[in-house]
């Protein structure tokens, strides 16, 4: 088991100004070479700059302001972290200045219904989710998963010498009668393993399906978690990009929450918000929504699981970067605040819905309905297809997946990237039940996405006709 670190332990005297030390083991600050960072920030459109409502994909504001950070900035009072901390070595839960923000919007957002909840800074979702597993499995344990998963996490239960239980997802996310069907009939002897006790879910507009679970749902999923004392973890990096629904024909504008708080509203909420028994460990990420060379997340959860990560923590990742914990710290405390941030998160979703909407629009004009589906999603950045494999002329020869490679392999001749359902699948195991694609609708330009749509289409029709 792991003990606290005795160094970082000491360290925390340092605090006191009177302290004569000679224990650390810290550089000197004014040897750091570097003396001065600075940055400039994008300010996003305040709720009166947003107030009718409407959103034409006219960006986020111009306007920017400046951070500004050297060694001495916190004695002159212009920052409360300068580079004499952020250049030095850190605890293991980040710096204390950021984390107090992303604590009190975890609190505003979720609003923790345990007491002893507490967060601690990840290195992004996927280190989060490594060190989790780390702690909550041993070898030869099942981890409970959706049926498709973003593939790393799945990968990184391999050398724990564990292994994913896929549970098949409908348009309202994990089956939860399915889930139960598994854990009330487990039997140690057949399965060779015990029973799981980790779920690992991303609950909205899910890698790689776009799923967002409905409330309904979630509150089915935590439900059979305290029956069967399983813990959950939230892996919810898309959770501020939840759109409203897809229409076809609209006007030209998309309609935007004139406060923040009327956004607040309208997000489905968390599991950790009616978590009452610190059974859910929720994972927010810098990635989707600032930037993912952040390499910053930050972990929410029962208290004593935040202590186990944080001294995991302290024997591997140590802290985040600092460099990239000033960036954060000049954009959302020194130049942003709460309310700017949740002002970002509201423009950052309305750019994204008109992205999902351009995507959707291309499918419903170029794809051949009576070949390929799909659920328009609600969240997230990525759009879900399958292809009927029956109506396929090759369905004799070739099984989906080798099907599913085939389609692939002739799109990228074509210049068409676009992701083969298969490649996500979270147990190589188990049998595919369809035929499906994933595409994202976050990173390229309307235009292209459009085009490369347009061009997959043909490619399908091209394929069904052989
Ligand atoms: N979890 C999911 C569901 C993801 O889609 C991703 C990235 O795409 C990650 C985790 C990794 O996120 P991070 O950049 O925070 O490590």
């Known amino acids: 088991m792991r003990r606290a670190s005795r160094l970082k332990m000491a360290s925390a005297y340092l605090a006191d100004p009177e302290m004569k030390s000679l224990a650390a083991g810290l550089p000197a600050a004014e040897l750091f070479p570097i ?48 580079l004499s901390k952020a250049l030095q070595y850190e605890q293991g839960s980040g710096a204390r200045q950021l984390l107090s923000f992303l604590k009190e919007h975890t609190k505003h957002i979720h609003n923790p219904k345990f007491l002893d ?13 490594e060190t989790i597993f780390r702690m909550l499995v041993t070898a030869g344990d099942y981890v409970i998963m959706e049926e498709f998963v973003f593939p790393e996490t799945a990968d990184c239960l391999r050398p724990m010498r564990c292994k994913p239980l896929p549970i098949p ?42 799923v967002t679970m409905n409330v309904a749902r979630r509150r089915d999923l935590y439900a059979m978690a305290c029956k069967y004392d399983m813990i959950i973890i939230e892996d919810d990096p898309y959770y501020f990009l939840q759109m409203p629904k897809y229409q076809r024909n609209r006007e030209n504008w998309i309609s935007v929450p004139k406060s923040n708080k009327d956004f607040l509203e309208s997000l489905v909420p968390s599991m950790l918000s009616f978590d009452v028994e610190g059974r859910v460990l929720r994972l927010d990420s810098c990635s989707k929504v600032v930037a993912p060379g952040t390499r910053c997340g930050w972990i929410t959860g029962s208290n004593q699981f935040i202590e186990r990560i944080l ?54 004009d170029y794809l051949p309905k009576d070949i390929v589906s799909w659920v328009p999603p609600t969240a997230g950045m990525f759009v879900w297809m399958e292809l009927d494999y029956e109506k396929h002329p090759l369905k004799e020869e070739l099984s989906i997946e080798a099907l599913e490679y085939k389609i692939y392999e002739e799109s990228v001749v074509n210049k068409v990237l676009i992701l083969p359902g298969g490649w996500f699948k979270s147990s190589e195991f188990s049998r595919p039940r369809g035929m499906y694609f994933r595409a994202t609708f976050a990173s390229v330009s309307q235009d292209i996405m459009r085009l490369a749509i347009q061009e997959f289409a043909q490619i399908v029709k091209v394929s069904y006709k052989k």
């Open 169 to 210: 997802i409908d348009e309202f996310g994990i089956r939860v009668d399915l889930l139960e069907e598994v854990l009330s009939s487990w039997d140690f002897t057949t399965r060779g393993a015990k029973r799981p006790t980790v779920i690992y879910t991303v609950p909205t507009g899910q890698n790689p399906t776009g």
């Open 311 to 364: 001294r995991h923590n302290e024997v591997s990742l140590q802290a985040p970067s600092g460099l990239s914990m000033a960036v954060l710290h000049g954009l959302l405390v020194d130049c942003w605040g709460q309310d700017n941030y949740l002002n970002w998160l509201v423009n950052l979703r309305a750019e994204y819905t008109i992205r999902r909407n351009a995507i959707l629009d291309a499918m419903e």
């Open 117 to 129: 909840w507490d967060c601690t800074m990840s290195g992004g979702n996927m280190q989060a989710i």
């Open 35 to 82: 003396a001065r960072l600075s940055g400039s920030v994008l300010m996003p459109k305040s709720e009166p700059e947003r107030s009718s409502g409407s959103w034409k994909g006219d960006g986020l504001l111009t306007e920017t302001v400046m951070f500004d950070k050297d060694k001495q900035s916190t004695q002159r009072g212009s920052t409360k972290y300068d």
